[in-house]
């Protein structure tokens, strides 16, 4: 690669994919007869990665890949796929191709890998047939892997009944050929795991063996809760090793020490291995080819004030480059990254984009109902369960159905195509997709049908996965009837559906953010820096939030010389409009036109702009308990950090410290982990260490959750004797001020499991651990700008992985501690996300409203004003007519949530596309007019 930020010459060496896409149907005659998907056709040893895959993905067809596991590829051995493929799609002599580009920026998401525990020869990986990695099992869950979704064991193809995740394995150790790191999502991935393994089999015996269970993120620690109360599931805190397999059973042996019963060994049908997060595959070829700089774990060296950014300018990061992270934040890294170059190529936005041109649509709505039906498999999660050929020919009786098929995945671009076709051949006015739930793929089935030349609105879903598959796995001819009832009320439903008309709003090129921390002003900079303005809300005096109290970052980075600068830029850029001490007073629009009040002392401003970012993070909780306010030696982790800079002498010459973690959070009242506490408390003693190596520092913890590379901190503050204790929340720890021999002891006491013995320790100093909480204005926020709390009171996003950064409010998006308690990178990270999704709106001249609306029968009104009490949305409202006053419906800010429907009285306001005609006819489909009558009778 050459060239600098703007202008690089790229060049590329395009690999064989060896299938002719424009010739493969997805049929998966070719994954049907891999001999790695089925090794026993072909009596070879089980292989839980195939060799040929099929991608499925909305963006390109469904066709087959062949990796390099390939048995031609690797050994010149089996052309099997070759043979098997009846359209001569397959062509194993491809040979590479050199391809040179030019482009203004690039993106490095080469992702991660899995660790391969066959370095280390005490986990007998590849040894013991059934130990197997967290990988393999996740092939086992899914429904396209070896066993068709059921969790079979390698040695003699039956269920496991009792089996056992051993956590940590590639992470937290530092011996040859280990990681040092923690890799940041095996805990809950291995929670997961076991859920879903007790879906399978609920009189599964499964066992976590882990050492700290690190549920950091947004409603983790929920999840670990719902784990670890599964009947028949442990979580045992130990050390294991695994010391032989069975030779007849093939069952495994795992030894692991227990604080009351010493060392035990126990037998499993199935041990699984939860693999950490390794850098990609030739990742330092990656960076001496693009010219950026790896850090000594070899990910990526980020930038601390833009984590999205290289050491090369141009070029940018996001997802697992970055380190080991989860897939909401990689979602808006990514986000993020496209911001980062928005702002870099702005210049050239819309030249390369083409504007897409639909067929002219027919007016079927006087044409007698001709529905097709499209079942689909969704590999196997459907039709594992449910028998789709019977439920294709259930469909073919139904009324007005003129066609009914079966699809591997409807979702796929040639099986979608493939729908549009059959609309235009077969004269179809309705279709009806029997899949998945609507919540995701409706707007790509609405899309297709468009394509066909029939409205949008024609188009109808039976979810017959959520509803029936997922829920029914062990009730196969049931789940299939169910299948065969959704479908006839779906059926039912779409001989009803009117075509509806969708709005065009116009779009205002202004963004408005609420919070001046440090995601609000990143998130307003990188907006601005595209060509908008931008209206900063902050209601304190000064910009920077709470990260005014933070003065360094455990890594070592100035928080405040960062800040500075921060606030500078704000300042300087012209797009910027920062309106400090202020308070929004109203919030009205919608997507594309809100209209915002805002009060200052600036006097009152009405601020119109296209979309809102909310960031106005968090606040810390203030301790009820261990003495604080009451005792000027017990103190939060903030306020410590801060006697530590000011170079306190009662804290620096401190003989004793001690810190206590989770004040105030994973209790009944705030049933979440505050995320940052434990790395602050490190933070807090690495600097006392440094600046008194004597001093005494005592953590108190319940699982030290310094995750990604900050566990190399941990282990640096264990090493220079700070002393970590674990407390469990029933026996936690104890504070209280004694008297004795004259001198005024702050005295903390609580057990020691790992000595059996009660600990007292006399300390100069505590700090707690207080909780990251809602800011206090989080619920008027919510109220002004219509969007929705997590149970923890934090705002709750439209998707916890598909949109992290968005709330189900359309143009309204959130960053920063608001979302949820997070590090400053990570902050920065989502702020630059929200601002990517800002401009995916901004660049746009107009956007569409919904067709789906209420509308009002004036005759039936009697201008009670019951359905505009409960509007969320302002979308109704009372005027004066000639017929008195009536409800009038302003269908740009409807959202079809049909709260008015079931308030009104008189049945005059109704729901487009959920009318009570539609519904009914559904509700009739499914029962029988003649069967509900003998039960009246009856009763």
């Not at 010459?9 to 891999?34: H, M, Q």
């Not at 598959?469 to 009837?481: F, G, I, L, N, P």
């Not at 303005?533 to 990260?547: A, M, N, W």
């Not at 006491?749 to 206090?776: F, H, M, Q, R, T």
């Amino acid at each position: 690669m050459e060239g600098e930020a703007g202008n690089f010459n790229v060049s590329l060496v395009k690999k064989p994919r060896y299938i002719i896409e424009d010739k493969c149907t997805g049929c998966t005659t070719c994954v049907e007869y891999c001999p790695a998907q089925y090794p026993d056709k072909y009596n070879q040893d089980i292989s839980l990665n195939k060799a040929v895959h099929i991608y499925f993905p909305q963006a390109i067809p469904l066709v087959a890949y062949i990796d390099e596991s390939c048995l031609y590829l690797k050994e010149k051995k089996c052309r099997i796929c070759e043979a098997v493929c009846e359209n001569d799609a397959i062509n194993l002599n491809q040979q590479p191709e050199k391809v040179e580009i030019k482009v203004g920026a690039i993106i490095l998401s080469p992702g991660i890998e899995p660790f391969d525990p066959k370095v280390k020869e005490e986990y007998h990986y590849g040894d013991f047939q059934n130990v197997i990695t967290s990988m393999d099992f996740e092939r086992l869950l899914g429904s396209t892997g070896p066993y068709a979704g059921e969790i079979l064991r390698a040695s003699d193809k039956k269920h496991p009944h009792k089996l056992a995740w051993i956590q940590c394995v590639g992470s937290r150790q530092v011996t040859e050929g280990n990681n040092s790191y923690c890799s940041a999502v095996c805990c809950t991935y291995s929670q997961k795991q076991v859920i879903l393994t007790k879906d399978h089999d609920a009189d599964a015996e499964c066992t976590i063996f882990h050492n700290d269970i690190r549920s950091y993120g947004k409603d983790f620690e929920r999840y670990y809760q719902r784990t670890e109360a599964l009947p028949g599931v442990r979580f045992i805190r130990s050390y294991t090793s695994i010391v032989r397999e069975d030779p007849v059973t093939k069952n495994v042996f795992i030894r692991y020490a227990t604080n009351n019963d010493g060392v035990k060994e126990e037998e499993f049908d199935m041990v699984v291995l939860s693999v950490g997060l390794t850098p990609p595959l030739k990742v330092k070829e990656i960076a001496e080819k693009f010219g950026v700089d790896l850090n000594h774990h070899d990910f990526c060296k980020l930038n601390p004030a833009n984590p999205v950014a290289t050491s090369r300018p141009g070029v940018f990061v996001s997802g697992g480059l970055q380190g080991p992270i989860d897939i909401p934040e990689s979602v808006f890294s990514a986000s993020g990254a496209g911001s980062q170059i928005g702002e870099l190529l702005d210049y050239r936005r819309g030249n390369l984009s083409k504007e897409r041109v639909y067929p002219e649509e027919r007016d079927v709505s006087q044409e007698e109902p001709r529905i097709g039906v499209f079942v689909c498999h969704c590999g196997a999660n459907i039709s594992r369960i449910v028998n789709v050929p019977d439920t294709v020919e259930y469909c073919k009786t139904l009324p007005n159905v003129v066609h009914a098929q079966q699809q591997i995945f409807s979702c796929a671009t040639n099986s979608a195509q493939e729908i549009t076709d059959i609309t235009k051949e077969k004269g179809l006015n309705r279709v009806v997709i029997a899949a998945c739930s609507p919540r995701t793929l409706e707007p790509l089935f609405r899309d297709t049908v468009r394509e066909a030349g029939i409205n949008q609105y024609y188009m109808e879903m039976a979810n017959i996965r959520e509803h029936n598959s997922w829920v029914h796995q062990k009730e196969k001819e049931e789940a299939t009837e169910k299948a065969k009832e959704i479908i006839r009320m779906s059926v039912a439903r779409a001989r009803k559906l009117e075509p509806l008309k969708e709005f065009d709003l116009s779009v205002n090129k202004a963004a408005l953010v609420v919070g001046g921390g440090v995601a609000g002003m990143n998130s307003a900079l990188s907006i601005a820096n595209q060509g908008h303005d931008v209206y900063l809300i902050e209601k304190q005096p000064d910009l920077g939030g709470i990260t005014r109290k933070i003065h360094s970052t455990l890594e070592g980075f100035d928080v405040q010389g960062y800040l500075d600068e921060l606030i500078k830029k704000v300042y300087q850029h012209p797009l910027i409009h920062v309106y400090e001490n202020a308070a929004i007073t109203a919030a009205t629009g919608y997507i594309g036109n809100f209209v915002t009040t805002v009060k200052s002392g600036r006097g009152i401003t009405e601020i119109k702009h296209g979309a809102s970012v909310i960031a106005i993070g968090a606040d810390v909780s203030v301790p009820a308990e261990y003495l604080y306010g009451q005792d000027d030696r017990v103190m939060t982790h903030i306020e410590l950090e801060g006697k530590i800079v000011a170079q306190d002498e009662k804290v620096i010459n401190a003989q004793t410290v001690v810190m206590i973690q989770c004040v105030g959070c994973r209790n009944e009242d705030r049933n979440y982990c505050s995320r940052i506490c434990c790395s602050e408390s490190v933070k807090n003693a690495l600097k006392l260490k440094e600046i008194n190596p004597l001093i005494d520092i005592y953590i108190l913890f319940r699982d030290m959750r310094t995750y990604g590379f900050k566990e190399d901190y941990y282990r640096d503050a264990s090493e220079k004797d700070v002393k970590f204790i674990r407390y469990e929340p029933e026996n936690a720890p104890k504070v209280e001020a004694v008297n004795e021999g004259g001198s005024n002891i702050l005295r903390v006491s609580l057990p020691d499991y790992v000595l059996g013995k009660e600990l007292a320790i006399n300390a100069d100093i505590l700090a707690l651990a207080a909780a990251v909480i809602p800011s206090e204005s989080t619920k008027e926020i919510a109220s002004l700008f219509k969007v929705t709390l997590s149970p923890d009171g934090f705002f709750k996003e439209a998707h916890v992985k598909l949109r992290p950064v968005e709330f189900a409010t359309d143009g309204v998006y959130l960053c920063g501690l608001a979302h949820y308690p997070k590090f400053l990178q990570e902050t920065i990270n989502q702020a630059y996300g929200a601002a990517g999704r800002v401009m995916t709106l901004l660049s746009h001249d107009i956007v569409v409203a919904s067709g789906s609306v209420c509308y009002v029968d004036e005759k039936k009104c009697m201008g009670c004003g019951a359905c505009v009490e409960v509007c969320t949305y302002s979308a109704l409202e009372l005027q004066d007519t000639k017929q008195g006053r009536k409800v009038v419906v302003n269908p740009v800010l409807c959202k079809g949530d049909g709260l008015c429907n079931s308030k009104c009285p008189t049945g005059a306001i109704s729901l487009k596309h959920f009318t009570d005609e539609e519904l009914e006819c559904a509700i009739d489909a499914l029962t029988d007019e003649q069967e509900i009558i003998k039960q009246i009778d009856a009763a």
